[in-house]
């Protein structure tokens, strides 16, 4: 057996999202290979794409945590961005598996966070985190997820969340029309149906709408982000626009609801896409906006995440504290240490 190794085998780790189940394997701690990437519309069911991954690299597994965006509240799991719906039990016996722990995807990243090194953040803004600040987490993708720690003693309760489904705020005109358009089609309307990315898409045929020009709704989310960050599509970069400014205000709400003087992480797969763009944005100008906590939220870093699945770093980190083991990740106070200078991680 390889120095430090687990003695009953690797560990599966899964990160499942709307779109995509992303797969890979623990060896040892923080030794987080054989990453796989499958097409959730690939597969009928979810354990039908766990058993791929498990016939492949996987072969062996003993012991499993699965992030998935979805609520995580007693035996049944069925997913709010796809069809998938599965009992836990039922799929740790089929798949053959000693411990199947399925916890929400961003409860997951938030336990990641303390242990991401300086070079896998990127902030956005100023600000300066407060040691022993409570820490927020947003984050758009297929849907909007939300999360925080919250500091006790010299640990971090990761807080399960479903913040993205808040009703949208708007905080101009344009988000007004852009809300009123939503109206036409939904009796409510949550952040994660604009801040997410299929709301970008719908974002832009609201735009369209209340200016009485003809788009084609047909275009896809990542051809109206190509569109923007290429130039010449006046409605497509406004698109982006307002779509930067809409997370601003999720991100700003969160920091003054959480108190988050720790910092406010921004995951999701959207984001990390928007590259030089985001910087300049109208993101970190309205996170500020916020009237009589404008000076609160400016002293807050917002911080991008571009760390390749730190959601399984996470989940793992979950995994080993559920089967009592030693492996050294996260608890410290301190964001951003390294694995080796941090502590055990309780939830």
Same mark, same amino acid.
């Given at each position: 057996?390889?120095?430090?190794? =687990?003695?009953?085998?690797?560990?599966?780790?899964?990160?499942?999202?709307?779109?995509? !189940? %992303?797969?890979?394997?623990? =060896?040892?701690?923080?030794?987080?290979?054989?990453?796989?990437? &499958? !097409?959730?519309?690939?597969?009928? %069911?979810?354990?039908?794409?766990?058993?791929?991954?498990?016939?492949?690299?996987?072969?062996?597994? #003993?012991?499993?945590?699965?992030?998935?965006?979805?609520? @995580?509240?007693?035996?049944?799991?069925?997913?709010?961005?796809?069809?998938?719906?599965?009992?836990?039990?039922?799929?740790?016996?089929?798949?053959?598996?000693?411990?199947?722990?399925?916890?929400?995807?961003?409860?997951? /990243?938030?336990?990641?966070?303390?242990? /991401?090194?300086?070079?896998?953040?990127?902030?956005?803004?100023?600000?300066?985190?407060?040691?022993?600040?409570?820490?927020? /987490?947003?984050?758009?993708?297929?849907?909007?997820?939300?999360?925080?720690? *919250?500091?006790?003693?010299?640990?971090? @309760?990761?807080?399960?969340?479903?913040?993205?489904? *808040?009703?949208?705020?708007?905080?101009?005109?344009?988000?007004?029309?852009?809300?009123?358009?939503?109206?036409?089609?939904?009796?409510?309307?949550?952040?994660? #149906?604009?801040?997410?990315?299929?709301?970008?898409?719908?974002?832009?045929?609201?735009?369209?709408?209340?200016?009485?020009?003809?788009?084609?709704?047909? &275009?896809?989310?990542?051809?109206?982000?190509?569109?923007?960050?290429?130039?010449?599509?006046?409605?497509?970069?406004?698109?982006?626009?307002?779509?930067?400014?809409?997370?601003?205000?999720?991100?700003?709400?969160?920091? @003054?609801?959480?108190?988050?003087?720790?910092?406010?992480?921004?995951?999701?797969?959207?984001?990390?896409?928007?590259?030089?763009?985001?910087?300049?944005?109208?993101?970190?100008?309205?996170?500020?906006?916020?009237?009589?906590?404008?000076?609160?939220?400016?002293?807050?870093?917002?911080?991008?995440?571009?760390?390749?699945?730190? !959601?399984?770093?996470?989940?793992?980190?979950?995994? !080993?504290?559920?089967?009592?083991?030693?492996?050294?990740?996260?608890?410290?106070?301190?964001?951003?240490?390294?694995?080796?200078?941090?502590?055990? *991680?309780?939830?």
């Amino acid at each position: 057996m390889i120095s430090g190794s =687990y003695p009953d085998g690797p560990r599966l780790l899964a990160d499942i999202g709307g779109t995509n !189940a %992303r797969f890979a394997l623990e =060896y040892g701690p923080g030794r987080i290979s054989a990453m796989h990437n &499958l !097409a959730c519309a690939d597969y009928s %069911r979810f354990e039908d794409a766990a058993r791929a991954y498990l016939a492949g690299p996987g072969a062996g597994a #003993r012991h499993a945590v699965i992030a998935i965006a979805n609520p @995580v509240d007693g035996d049944a799991i069925r997913m709010t961005n796809h069809h998938w719906a599965f009992s836990i039990a039922a799929a740790q016996r089929e798949l053959g598996l000693d411990t199947l722990l399925v916890v929400n995807d961003f409860t997951a /990243l938030a336990m990641a966070l303390p242990i /991401l090194a300086p070079s896998e953040l990127r902030q956005i803004g100023g600000g300066q985190a407060r040691p022993h600040g409570a820490i927020g /987490l947003v984050g758009a993708g297929t849907g909007l997820g939300v999360s925080g720690l *919250v500091p006790a003693g010299e640990r971090w @309760v990761a807080l399960q969340s479903e913040g993205g489904h *808040v009703a949208f705020s708007p905080s101009d005109e344009r988000e007004v029309a852009v809300l009123q358009y939503c109206w036409r089609r939904f009796d409510h309307v949550s952040a994660e #149906r604009m801040v997410s990315g299929p709301g970008i898409a719908l974002i832009r045929e609201a735009l369209a709408y209340s200016r009485g020009l003809q788009a084609d709704i047909s &275009l896809s989310t990542s051809a109206i982000v190509e569109r923007a960050l290429e130039g010449g599509d006046a409605l497509c970069r406004e698109t982006l626009d307002c779509f930067s400014g809409m997370l601003g205000t999720v991100a700003a709400n969160l920091a @003054v609801t959480l108190g988050a003087t720790g910092g406010i992480y921004i995951g999701g797969g959207v984001v990390p896409r928007l590259g030089d763009y985001f910087e300049q944005s109208p993101f970190r100008a309205r996170f500020e906006k916020k009237g009589r906590f404008s000076g609160f939220t400016k002293q807050i870093p917002t911080l991008l995440i571009t760390a390749a699945c730190p !959601a399984l770093a996470g989940a793992a980190a979950i995994l !080993a504290d559920h089967l009592d083991s030693s492996v050294p990740v996260a608890s410290s106070m301190q964001p951003n240490q390294t694995r080796s200078e941090a502590n055990h *991680v309780h939830v």
